[in-house]
């Protein structure tokens, strides 16, 4: 397993659920992140489409050891 991965929040789960997934795969949040994503419109500027939220996160052996 990595040390650091970062997950994505899924269209069709909530935050709660992606920490949850995290903590079953054995990692913890350290950072969270955000952007926008747009879409492009044929001929117009770009639209908002919606905003991904993404978590950083370590494997909970690699903090114990560490202490």
């Not at 990595?2 to 069709?12: S, T």
């Not at 913890?28 to 492009?40: C, G, H, S, W």
């Amino acid at each position: 397993m990595k040390k650091k991965q970062r997950f994505e929040v899924k269209d069709d789960e909530t935050i709660d659920e992606c920490l949850q997934r995290m903590q079953q795969l054995g990692y913890q949040p350290i950072k969270r992140m955000e952007k926008p994503v747009f879409t492009e419109v044929k001929g117009k500027d770009p639209v908002w489409k919606k905003q991904q939220i993404m978590f950083e996160g370590i494997l909970i052996e690699s903090q114990q050891e560490k202490s």
